[in-house]
């Protein structure tokens, strides 16, 4: 999909991956509509990117999505591209995972995107062409102890989208997945759980850790694409990013 003068959606849009991506679209030549529960920073990033929308919403709020996307089309006329970027951590071993936390880190993780995708289709359906790109995580890859919830969360996401991306090709809707690895984000401070032990888990990693910049390129590249997946991920580590 040509990104110029498209209309892209981007959830967590506030920070990170997802302000990010948001600003790498909006110099493509995007309208950008920003989606986030922290008004102030996307009223920020909306006066510095100019043609921006900014969208105060909750993405585990159906009916804050709902109301999200509908303001999005009445002043946008439509969205063309949903980049699912919102997303929070938990670590926790197994016999400590607080099922509450579980929970919670599902709803955003997985049911969000899967009410986002619900609310744009019809429109791009309509269209006859759309692009979603959901971002997962490279930890899938890994069987790292106190991550299981979070890669769970990760793991579903994953499987939604590739099957969302069958049954949508024939409709000329490319539904792609964009696997991180770690990066210089808010994300490990913000997560549930054992923080501490997520903190040194990353720092032990043995990998540098990327920009958000690189990951939004690489996003925009599927977008234009419509290729199946793409990852930050290092050779060493198991992905396809060279040294």
Known sequence: MDINNAVVLVTGASSGIGAATARAA???????????????????LAAELGNAVALPCDVTNRAEIERAVGQAINECGRIDVLVNSAGRGLQATIEHLDADDLRATFELNVIAPLLLMQAVLPGMRARGSGAIVNVSSGITWFDLPGSAGYSA???????????????????????????????????????????????????????????????????????????ERADRVPVEAGGTLAS
């Open 26 to 44: 909006s110099q493509a030549g995007a309208r950008v509509v920003l989606v986030a529960r922290r008004e102030d920073r996307l009223r920020r």
């Open 153 to 227: 969360s990760k793991a579903a996401l994953q499987k939604l989208t590739t099957i969302a991306r069958a049954e949508l090709a024939e409709a000329n809707i490319a539904v792609s997945l964009m696997f991180p690895s770690i990066t210089r984000t808010e994300f490990v401070a913000s997560v549930r759980g054992d923080l501490t032990g997520a903190q040194h888990m990353e720092a032990n990693s043995g990998l540098t850790p990327d920009t958000p910049e690189n990951v939004a390129g690489a996003i925009l590249e599927l977008i234009r694409s419509g290729a």
